[in-house]
């Protein structure tokens, strides 16, 4: 019996591993050519390690193709993804705060009305966006993609927030209002600290997606001075001259640097949070 027990183990554990090596392999790929010499050996060897080593990828890659190097490029990135992180937990919080736990006037068609626009796909709604933007004179400027995150412009995180706020035991306000806690310091001090997995989820969700944004930047951000580095990549890719694949492929491993590092370290945090602040309604 333990046998056939082991052999089944055997199996799945070999299979979950050639699937692993399967799914990781584009990765491995591209982190092995960034350090090889020409396109050549990239494109003309089935070898994944290079024959030789070198780091002229990033060293040239870095430095960018024209005027303006990749050390821009990230800051301009950063500059635009970070308060966008940031005013997306902040407003989407306070608002699913306020549906989650007051009632009001016209809550369920508003409520309703937020949640259809997760049905509208971003094709749709880019015209009107871009025609309401150039009013505002905000086209070429980071401010389309800021300021409706500081207004709560993503459905999505909305509603996840609320889907967490009504798990967690509406007692704990009546508790806290006894007390003599008004609305926003049940939010700050008793709700917050029980929010962490979501807050943490959406911090991450909201960074990877802005962060990897090719279209929208396309769209608002003419100048290449302010250009993000979805659209530095692409800029790269240049079809009047030959492409060097082992400088895109190197910026395209340290794009990907800050996804990973932002993913790995706010895991640490979910965790923890979902272990120490779980409740059961």
Not at 23 to 30: K, N, T
Not at 80 to 95: A, H, K, R
Not at 132 to 159: E, H, R
Request: proline fraction near 5%.
């Amino acid at each position: 019996m333990k046998k056939k027990v082991y052999i089944k183990k055997f199996i799945q554990y070999t299979f979950l591993i050639i699937l692993g090596l399967v799914i990781i392999y584009p990765l491995l790929w591209l982190f092995f050519s960034s350090f090889k010499v020409d396109n050549e050996e990239i494109f003309g060897s089935l070898n994944l390690i290079p024959a030789k080593w070198t780091l002229d990828g990033y060293i040239n890659g870095f430095k960018g193709s024209g005027q303006y190097g990749f050390d821009l490029f990230f800051l301009n990135t950063f500059i635009l993804v970070v308060p966008t992180v940031f005013f997306t937990i902040i407003s989407s919080t306070i608002v699913a705060y306020g549906f989650a736990r007051f009632e009001f006037p016209l809550k369920k068609i508003l409520f309703s009305l937020m949640l259809a626009t997760l049905m509208l796909p971003n094709a749709v709604v880019i015209i009107p966006r871009y025609i309401l933007f150039n009013y505002f004179k905000w086209i070429d400027t980071y401010y389309p993609f800021i300021v409706p995150a500081a207004f709560a412009g993503s459905a999505f995180f909305v509603f996840m927030m609320v889907q967490f706020l009504r798990g967690i035991p509406i007692e704990l306000d009546e508790s806290a209002k006894i007390d003599g806690c008004n609305s926003f310091v049940i939010l700050l001090r008793i709700l917050l600290p029980l929010c962490k997995p979501a807050l943490f989820s959406m911090g991450i969700f909201q960074f990877i997606w802005t962060w990897n944004d090719f279209f929208n930047p396309m769209i608002f951000i003419n100048s290449t001075y302010k250009f993000t580095v979805s659209l530095a990549l692409r800029m790269t890719q240049d079809t009047a001259t030959i492409v060097i694949w082992n400088q895109v492929l190197a910026m395209s491993v340290l794009t990907l640097v800050p996804c990973i590092f932002i993913f790995f370290i706010s895991q640490k945090y979910f965790v923890e949070g979902i272990a120490t602040t779980g409740l059961k309604a």
